[in-house]
């Protein structure tokens, strides 16, 4: 069993991270999430704690897919600054295989498996690797990795060194670089990327993974689970001093509709989700991961998210920004505006003298809090027009971020007076390209036994 490491965690958690159970990947995705639904209430014996603890006993035998696609299975999601990379490691090789396993192929696997870090940018979240998943009648490993989108010419090189695309001649790919980076594809390493749509990608990948990971969904709180509104403490309730005391809990996702699913890449989308096959991008924002981390390079001259966020963990936006009792000289009662709240981010920075006195710390801090907030902001007004309960963040800029992750939580929290509820999901911003992968499976089968179309977002994306 894998102890489970909370990246850039406050607290050190400590959990132990259970195995993912066994599933099968279904035939289409509609009927995808409805069994996994139904499996992680009640079907998958696996999914009790019981169980969870019994995944070490020895699993029957994975049966012989003669049908499936050709290892290696990949799926690959070309974003605005990240790409992310999963890659299924089967736990065996069919007779099939042994007969074919080229050397290419075991250098791969050896090459993606034994290593955590690729050339100077690619990493491998070893801490989110998933063992004994089973897709196609095959179990296997998960393999998380990510690498900034602008060493997708290096990633290629690598490719080809590899031996890559001799091998693998279509990669299933999304994110608005499946389509920019096409040609790249073709004319360095011959590879033909099949396009998924992005927010369906992400959508799949979000009810698969959390089918399979009981723990994968979990919220911040304070420790009494009071509502945050109801609190009386002598620290303003979203200070560092009391976020510092939030804990995280687990959720049990596995009635999820409708909810909210609010991804915070570079950019933001909001989409409401109602049934696995029925969603609808409600709202969007310019500024996201990507305006935090552009403008603390500009302001800090930091130059990586793990800096940028290093320095906010240090700051103090209340020297940066105009509060209420900065202009009130206290609450704003009749309205319910407290003095701590940020009035105006930034407003204190068109005084010389106080530009002159800023930290570096306390401006990463205020770019934080005012993205933060203003993500916020737009996610509880989509969801009280849409007359939703559970808002869902997830993407990458909420990576070894729990400051922002604790931040929503109050915001939600508070604003709603306790009526939302601000959700996460571990595997923050590789849905998309687990979403691929399971469409790698739709596709082939598709391909392959000449099924019908299947009556999902996903089968009617670009591809
Ligand atoms: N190692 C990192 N390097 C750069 N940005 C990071 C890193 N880790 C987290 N981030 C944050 O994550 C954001 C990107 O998130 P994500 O990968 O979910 O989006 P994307 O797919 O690149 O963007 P989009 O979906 O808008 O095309 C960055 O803008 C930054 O705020
Ligand atoms: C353009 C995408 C969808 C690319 O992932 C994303 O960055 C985004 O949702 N940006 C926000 C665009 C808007 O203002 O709605």
Redesign the pocket.
């Given at each position: 069993m894998r102890l489970h490491r909370c990246e850039g965690c406050l607290a050190a958690c400590g959990r132990q991270r259970r195995p993912a159970p066994l599933i099968t990947l279904p035939r289409t995705l509609g009927a995808k999430s409805k069994i996994l639904k139904r499996t992680k209430r009640s079907t998958c014996p696996s999914m009790s704690k019981s169980n969870c603890v019994n995944m070490a006993e020895p699993s029957p035998p994975t049966p012989p897919d003669n049908d499936a696609p050709p290892m290696p299975w990949f799926g690959m999601?070309i974003?605005?600054?990240?790409t992310?990379l999963v890659y299924f490691e089967p736990r065996e090789t069919n007779r099939r295989e042994l007969d074919k396993e080229t050397e290419v192929l075991k250098n791969i696997r050896r090459y993606l498996t034994r290593n955590s870090a690729y050339g100077k940018t690619g990493r491998r979240d070893v801490h989110l690797q998933m063992d004994n998943v089973t897709i196609r009648g095959r179990r296997g490993t998960l393999h998380f990795i990510?690498f900034?989108?602008s060493e997708v010419g290096a990633f290629l090189q690598l490719a080809r060194s590899k031996g890559m695309a001799d091998l693998v001649n279509t990669i299933y790919a999304t994110?608005?670089g499946a389509y920019k980076f096409e040609e790249d594809f073709i004319k360095e390493v011959n590879m033909r990327l099949s396009k998924m749509d992005?927010l369906d990608a992400l959508i799949a990948g979000v009810l698969f993974v959390d089918g399979m990971n009981a723990q994968e969904c979990y919220y911040w709180a304070p420790p009494d689970e009071l509502p945050v509104h109801s609190h009386q403490t002598s620290a303003p309730p979203y200070s560092e001093v009391a976020l510092s005391m939030y804990v995280r809990k687990p959720f049990d996702f596995s009635n999820p509709y409708p909810f909210l699913l609010v991804?915070?890449?570079?950019?933001v989308s909001v989409l409401v989700v109602n049934a696995p096959n029925d969603y609808y991008r409600v709202s969007g924002t310019s500024l996201?991961?990507?305006t935090?981390?552009g403008l603390c390079c500009l302001l800090t001259g930091c130059s990586?998210?793990?800096e940028a966020i290093a320095l906010a963990a240090a700051g103090d936006n209340t020297t940066v920004d105009k509060l209420v009792r900065d202009i009130y000289g206290g609450d704003y009662a009749r309205f319910g505006l407290p003095g701590d709240l940020v009035a105006s981010s930034f407003g204190q920075m068109c005084s010389a003298d106080r530009r002159a006195k800023v930290s570096r710390c306390d401006l990463a801090r205020a770019t934080l809090v005012t993205i933060t907030n203003n993500i916020g902001s737009i996610a509880r007004l989509c969801a009280s027009n849409e007359h939703i309960e559970r808002v869902v963040f997830c993407?990458?800029?909420l990576?070894?971020n729990p400051l922002s992750m604790k931040l929503l939580s109050y915001a939600m929290s508070y604003w709603s007076r306790g009526a939302l509820k601000a959700l996460f999901l571990e595997h923050?911003?590789y849905f998309?390209a687990v979403g691929c992968l399971l469409h790698l499976d739709v596709k082939h089968q598709r391909r392959s036994r000449h099924s019908p179309p299947a009556d999902s977002q996903a089968d009617r994306s670009g591809t």
């Open positions: 999601d974003g605005g600054t990240l992310k990510r900034p989108t994110g608005g992005e991804n915070v890449g570079s950019g996201g991961g990507g935090f981390l990586s998210f793990e993407g990458n800029f990576r070894v923050e911003g998309g």
